[in-house]
């Protein structure tokens, strides 16, 4: 199971990727558990819940120049013991010639046949 759960997890943030580049808001929430958890990496805001996600995502997705977020899974680690895995990466947004990036984790869980975010936290470090 742990090598066809990393390669789940994988192709599920590879989804989340792709709806963040074409500002897919329907996509995204498939991928988020109904209670998902994001801390966002600059101010530490908690974004608690799909719905509050959903619409975060949507402010964003109504900018003018809306920031591309691009997420590189480097592991992920599934649980032996529990249907949960924690996926560690580097990620990056791209607004115009503004670039942000960072570190984050995403813990995932199996969710009937899907793997679904249920936390993610995000640090600034450049």
Do not use: C
């Not at 792709?18 to 958890?37: N, V």
């Not at 994001?38 to 995502?57: C, H, M, N, Y």
């Not at 402010?59 to 977020?69: D, G, H, L, Q």
């Not at 942000?100 to 199996?110: D, E, N, Q």
């Amino acid at each position: 199971m742990n090598a066809s759960a990393d390669i789940a997890i994988r192709l599920r943030r590879a989804e989340f990727n792709r709806a963040l580049a074409t500002t897919d808001l329907a996509a995204i929430g498939p991928l988020l558990a109904i209670d998902a958890i994001l801390v966002t990496g600059s101010d530490s805001a908690i974004i608690a819940g799909r719905k509050a996600q959903l619409l975060a995502w949507k402010r964003e997705f109504a900018a003018a120049s809306p920031t591309i977020y691009t997420r590189t899974p480097e592991s992920v680690i599934v649980s032996a013991v529990e249907p949960v895995a924690m996926e560690h990466g580097h990620w990056q947004g791209v607004t115009g010639d503004l670039r942000v990036s960072g570190t984050y984790s995403a813990k995932w869980r199996l969710i009937g046949a899907q793997w679904v975010i249920v936390a993610e936290i995000f640090v600034t470090l450049a």
